[in-house]
């Protein structure tokens, strides 16, 4: 097995790579506005990388026949793993693993940042709920709101 040597003259230097990822952050947010993905931008702890995923995930309407498909597609559908009197579920591993890395940096920004997301996260931390679980039911909700809305923005830009 041969190793590959690098030297000062085949690499680009850090600086040139940050201004490559910042052209394309700019450029990919100019595209995200245009779409049907632009109410997203609004709400906290999506950017235009987790918006443009999601979009690229609904792809346009029509193609995902509800919420729950929605939320089958991104992995985030509940399974029922219960065991005698226990009722409980965990979380989907299959689906769409971009779309639902999406969901879950927002969900850990929510929980983070979002003072309305907090209080749930406490609420739901006192009735004995895990992390885990707690951002299961986050995903959940955000795979329907962005459903919703990639929906609403659709039929708005249609009917315009």
């Not at 997203?40 to 026949?65: D, I, M, N, Y």
């Not at 939320?71 to 219960?82: E, K, Q, T, Y």
């Not at 983070?112 to 039911?137: L, N, S």
Request: aromatic share 4%; glycine share 4%; proline share 4%.
């Amino acid at each position: 097995m041969s190793q590959t040597r690098y030297t000062v003259n085949q690499t680009l230097p850090v600086l040139e790579l940050d201004d490559q990822l910042k052209a394309n952050e700019t450029q990919l947010t100019a595209l995200v506005q245009i779409s049907e993905a632009a109410p997203l931008l609004q709400e906290k702890g999506f950017g235009p990388v987790t918006a443009a995923t999601c979009l690229t995930a609904w792809s346009h309407q029509g193609r995902v026949r509800n919420q729950a498909a929605f939320a089958s597609l991104a992995g985030v559908n509940p399974i029922p793993a219960s065991s005698g009197n226990t009722v409980r579920h965990r979380l989907n591993r299959g689906g769409d693993r971009s779309l639902n890395h999406a969901l879950h940096m927002v969900a850990l920004t929510k929980m983070t940042h979002d003072p309305e997301t907090r209080k749930y996260v406490e609420k739901r931390r006192a009735e004995g709920r895990t992390d885990r679980e707690i951002r299961r039911c986050l995903k959940r909700y955000l795979a329907r709101r962005v459903h919703r809305t990639l929906n609403d923005s659709a039929l708005a830009t249609t009917a315009a």
